[in-house]
């Protein structure tokens, strides 16, 4: 499990919890079946006719998978990896297919896999490669921006109930007592509002960043890998090949000659 996003999760939830707690000890004041209705209601409809309604019930899937789930990119393990695959080069390309079974990375067991074929060139195999992180990175950034963009509608939504609240308040002015009406009436209606802005601000745009920025961290790895099998392909000494993987490294993060050994 991915505890950083987990403890964010709850995180979000206790600040929730303790400003309403603060704001009224009677927290049932904050249930409103009828926000609740429109706000939810109202973004699952929108979502349902801005996106295919399978993509938006696999964003659970999505969301417990890759923000809850557990979650390494590990360039210096893959350059090391790379390095060990590389020595097993130089007893002959083909000798890399005793270990293909042995390699975890999904990725990096196509990459070299295309460089055991022994068919595509150098260039081929860094075209084939490349095209399929450009399909990787566009579902997942699809993925992300469905997040981005269903987190549009709670705050319009819970708007709405709170328009609707204000209607049946106006309704009640000219009565007798009314004035005792509108405090109450008013702080029910804003509930709705509350609402929408704590879906939107807490758990749909939090969740796109994260798969942004896990996005961006995945596809770097993979463009690593794409360098790694190209050099796999030249069959390139092992100072060479660490020097230019290092290059997508910072300086703190590169893995020096003693660890590749």
């Keep these: 499990m991915n505890f950083s996003s987990f403890i ?19 927290l049932r004041f904050f249930l ?5 209705l429109i706000v939810i209601g109202g973004t699952a409809a929108a979502a349902s006719i801005g996106f295919p309604l399978s ?14 789930g557990r979650h390494k990119v590990d360039f210096q393990g893959t350059i090391s990896q790379l ?30 896999s295309l460089v055991v074929t022994g068919v595509l060139t150098e260039a081929e195999v860094r075209n084939a490669l490349e095209q399929r992180i450009k399909t990787i990175e566009a ?9 981005r963009a269903i987190g549009r509608f709670p705050p319009a939504f819970g708007l709405l109930a709170t328009t609707l609240g204000m209607i049946a ?68 000494n092992p100072v060479t090949m660490r020097e230019s993987l290092n290059s997508f490294l910072l300086p703190k993060d590169r893995v020096v000659r003693k660890a590749a050994a």
């Design 55 to 68: 993509e938006v019930l696999a964003l659970v899937k999505v969301f417990v998978m890759r923000v809850l």
């Design 8 to 26: 964010g999760l709850l995180g979000g939830i206790y600040v929730m919890y303790a400003a309403m707690h603060a704001a009224t000890t009677d």
């Design 83 to 112: 390095l060990e695959l590389n020595k097993k080069a130089s007893l002959g390309v083909s000798a890399l297919n005793e270990v293909l079974p042995a390699i975890k990375n999904e990725f990096l067991r196509e990459a070299v």
């Design 32 to 36: 409103q079946p009828e926000g609740l």
């Design 169 to 236: 308040l106006l309704q009640k002015i000219g009565q007798p007592e009314s004035e005792k009406l509108i405090g109450p009436a008013m702080s029910i209606g804003l509930v709705g509002t509350l609402y929408g802005i704590a879906l939107a601000n807490l758990v749909f745009l939090p969740i796109a960043e994260n798969l942004t920025g896990r996005t961006e961290e995945e596809i770097a790895l993979r463009r690593l890998i794409v360098e790694g099998a190209v050099l796999l392909k030249k069959q390139v």
């Design 139 to 147: 579902r997942f950034m699809h993925e992300a921006n469905m997040f």
